[in-house]
């Protein structure tokens, strides 16, 4: 059983900035990501990260987010930069090895 712990969100004003964190255990994963849900929305695709580094972003997202990850401590984050009204969503930390692994969700608020 995989146990993912994220942490980081929060209420903040836009234009702001907020990093989420996210640990997960076990032995390294093929590719961690964030993804959101924003109030009645579907679940998306904020950023991903391979073990080798490479990253992925949705494009409401490019130049603002980046997705960095510690293969050492299985850990991955999210620096979120100018955010908007429009980013605030529960983000989901998940981590793929074989199988899709999901954390709890953190909220994040940005307000106008």
């Known amino acids: 059983q995989v146990r993912i712990v994220e942490s980081g969100g929060g209420l903040v004003e836009a234009g702001g900035s907020l990093r989420l964190s996210c640990a997960a255990s076990?032995?390294?994963?093929?590719?961690m990501g964030w993804y959101r849900q924003g109030p009645g929305k579907q679940r998306e695709l904020v950023a991903t990260?391979?073990?080798?580094?490479?990253?992925n972003y949705a494009d409401s997202v490019k130049g603002r987010f980046t997705i960095s990850r510690d293969n050492a401590e299985n850990r991955v984050y999210l620096q979120m930069n100018s955010l908007k009204p429009e980013d605030t969503a529960v983000y989901y930390c998940t981590v793929n090895r074989g199988l899709n692994y999901w954390g709890q969700g953190t909220q994040v608020t940005v307000a106008s």
């Open positions: 990260i391979t073990r080798g580094g490479t990253t």
């Open positions: 076990g032995s390294t994963f093929v590719t």
